[in-house]
C-alpha cells in the first residue's frame, strides 16, 4: 500500500488541523495504521493508532494526545484522519502516517509498519 500524508500547516495556539493519509494500491481498511511525529532533536514517537478492520478497528492514543486527537477511517475514499483540537507548541513536529498488520502489543513500535507516507509539517505558533 501507497500512502500519502497532508494537511499540515502553521496554527496557532488552540487551533485545530485535520491530516489525511490517502491510500493507493491496496484497501486501507485491511491495515492497522499509525500516526507518528517527529519534533526537532527528538525521537518519533507514536501519537495515534486505529486497528485493521479485521482486527476491530478500536483505536488508541499517547497521553499526550489523549482527550484532544481523534483517528478516524473513511473507508470510502481509503483514508485515514487525525483530527488535532487544542493544538500546543510541544506538538509541532514533522508527522507521518505508517499502515502495517501489527499485533496489539508491538503496535507502538514503528518497525512493525512497513508502508509510510511523507511526513507533513505541522507548526503551533503564535
Known amino acids: 500500500v501507497q500512502l500519502q500524508a497532508s494537511g499540515g500547516g502553521l496554527v496557532q495556539p488552540g487551533g485545530s488541523l485535520r491530516l489525511s493519509c490517502v491510500a493507493s494500491?491496496?484497501?486501507?481498511?485491511?491495515?492497522?495504521v499509525a500516526w507518528f511525529r517527529q519534533a526537532p532533536g527528538k525521537e518519533q514517537e507514536a501519537i495515534a493508532i486505529?486497528?485493521?478492520?479485521?482486527?476491530?478497528?478500536?483505536?488508541y492514543y499517547s497521553d499526550s494526545v489523549k482527550g484532544r486527537f481523534t483517528v478516524s477511517r473513511d473507508n470510502a475514499k481509503n483514508t485515514v484522519y487525525l483530527q488535532m483540537n487544542s493544538l500546543e507548541a510541544d506538538d509541532t513536529a514533522v508527522y507521518s502516517c505508517?499502515?502495517?498488520?501489527?499485533?496489539?502489543?508491538?503496535?507502538?513500535?514503528?518497525?512493525?509498519?512497513?508502508?509510510w507516507g511523507q511526513g507533513t509539517q505541522v507548526t503551533v505558533s503564535s
Open positions: 494500491g491496496s484497501t486501507l481498511s485491511s491495515y492497522t
Open positions: 505508517a499502515a502495517g498488520s501489527t499485533i496489539l502489543s508491538s503496535q507502538w513500535d514503528s518497525r512493525n509498519y512497513r508502508s
Open positions: 486505529i486497528r485493521s478492520r479485521g482486527s476491530g478497528g478500536r483505536t
